[in-house]
């Protein structure tokens, strides 16, 4: 039993959480109610750094520029009915990179409709409370498509509307916490122009991102760590410019430490990195730091 | 069968962690020139060969030239040459280059930035009469 706890001590030092002790995770994914609230509302802080990029066929070239993100993101999810809720993600971002840096811009927003699907009405040692979602992002954020510097330094979102749908789940335990969810996404076909005033389609795809965590408690703080998936189809351009695209995929690993100020707000550090897990392609890799405080509503 | 279970975990996430196999120096190095062969890209529509020489090693970091020479005697199949950079892997072009003539075979392309690294092409397109004639992609790896 000391193994075990102290591996998944070094776990949660090394990795990621997002939630504070009481709470269990709800805060893993804050558009999402997944405890007791009627309502919560999450700001974060984040400072991320694209350390490498990786290629096509797998190859890494380490970023040595000094190009830098800061966002401010405001979650929040609240109930519609007592089995329905909405949540809305808007982050604003400013970044900076070698050409200089720009302004405070806004990223592109998601839409969250979740059904508590799987309730927990009666205690279970092993059943998770689960909810089924459908989510969509909307391309608010300039995009690298539509990009009016030329050099990229005023992106903010991925330009594309994509709609997904997944499930979530949450097991509180005494002293431990565990999430995951996973989710499927399509991203819809759209018109861009190329630096010569011509017309290409982009045609995305499919994707897929999943994320399983643990988090573990002691008093008002809590650790936690999550390893999350991300997955997504070649992108293809016709028209003016042609390209097939390469797939992308990458995964997050990440540790946090969180405390609870009281029943209703707790403050949660974060970092997580993308270089360090999995094979990743076609992806630039960042290391980010978060700050976020949440605030919760009870039912 | 506890030590088992934590020997497995660790197994398991030993074998998870990623194995970064950067480029190397040489790999970086610009490959659009092939001296060994008299027609390095060869415009076949137009009848015409195209020989690519940067100016300076190409870099993300900085705006980049390169010059451009037709080689042939079909010249009068086009009559005007444009360029873009183009990502594949990422489906995303980068800013707009500019383009000089130098003689009457001869161009320069300048203001070349790479947003970022990786593996771009710099796509050349030959007109006649604002239609296509024919095009050539040359691939760059950047750091």
Redesign the interface.
Known sequence: MRLIFLVFNILLQAQLSWAASCCGSSQAFPTLLMGDEKAQSQVSFSLSKITDEVLGNGKWIHRQDQNQTETVKVDTAFLVTDRWQMGVGIPVAQKKDRTGSDSWKIGDASLVLADETWPEKTYSWWRPKGVSFIQLAVPTGESLYDDSSNLFLDTRGRGLWTLGAGVAFVKRLPRWDLFANLELHHSFSRTAQDSRSLTYTISPGWGASSTLGIGWSQGPLRYGSSVGFLYEDPIEIRGSNESRGTLQRNMTFAASLSYMLNNEEGLSLSWSNQALLGAPVNSGLSEAWALSYSHRWMR | M??L??LS??VA?AS????????SAE?LKPKIEKPETECPYSLQKVQLCLTATWEETPD??KYNSMKVTLIGGNLSAFDEL?S???M??????????RIEKIDSNTYRIYDM?F?????WEV?IFLKKSGQTVDQVFIPV???
């Not at chain 2, 998870?16 to 480029?23: E, G, K, L, M, Q």
């Not at chain 2, 594949?88 to 280059?97: E, F, T």
């Not at chain 2, 947003?115 to 593996?119: A, E, L, P």
């Open positions: 506890k030590k279970v934590v975990v660790l996430i998870a962690c990623a194995r970064p196999d950067y480029v790999e993300s970091t444009q873009l950079l183009w594949p892997s990422m489906g995303h072009g980068s800013a707009p280059v930035y947003v970022m690294s990786g593996d796509r790896r950047l750091r």
